[in-house]
């Protein structure tokens, strides 16, 4: 069976780089068309930059990274330096990227890439803020309809938020952006904290990294070394929640998560709860189911795949 072609929407992030590492290491499986950054967790000059660096990490410079969209539709960027560094990749010590930037806005890029491939064949893996993709499907309203699968990581139900009380840090940071992606009618498949806080990286799973003896695995370990400070003091979690990588896990194994069909709407009005996930997991509501919201994964098989994939780096 031929790979499956995917765009990854980033804002690299530590866990964005294990998510694109995995899939950079699964040629056989997955066909990265190309690699979109958005702000989000840092600027977008450094999301740009730290997706180039994974790359490179990968030996993956084939893959072209185009910067998108440096602020959500309406509001102020917010960033998240608290978690993930200065840089975005705190943690390892890594180099400049050498590979530049392709030409063109992201936004084109994702717009030229459905219009060229088939219908249906193309799958677009959100990573962060939604801002890129909604800018795309306003830009160009026939594009929606044309997209295989949207596999994002964003949002929350029973596990509440992370950068408030009621929202995650993606959803949070462009509500607009993502009421139009969760309005499109495209497929949407959401990992939201409820599965990712079930993914933590305890010591002996990231000590599983270390050993590999690679400069990928080693860098993995020292990204999650820096990540997991901020969730062990706020949750007094085992570790760091690898909130990325359930995208691209998902896509390699689906049979390693579980979730149900329901209606995902996005709060875009109140401050108090701006960017919350209303998910109407028990159907309390007759309002259409538009997402498949992920509550639940195997742990140790989604280690074990992550494992394995990064070892072929
Ligand atoms: O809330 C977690 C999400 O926000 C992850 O994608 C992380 O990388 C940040 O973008
Ligand atoms: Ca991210």
Redesign the pocket.
Known sequence: MSARKIIID????Q??AVAILTALASPDDLDVLGITAVA??VPLSLTARNARIVCELAGRTDVPVYAGCDAPLTRKLVTAEHVHGKTGLDGPVLPEPTMTLADGHAVDFIIETLRREEPGTVTLCP??PLTNIATAFERAPDVAERVQEIVL?GGAYFEVGNITPTAEF?IYVDPEAADIVFKSGAPIIVHPLDVTHKALVTRDRNDAFRALGTPVGTAVAEMTDFFERFDKEKYGSLGAPL??PCVTAYLLEPELFSGRHINVEIETTSELTRGMTVADWWGVTDRPANAIFIGDLDADGFFALLTERLSRL
């Open positions: 980033t804002d690299p992030g866990d964005d989000g967790n990573l962060g990581m993606n909130h990325d």
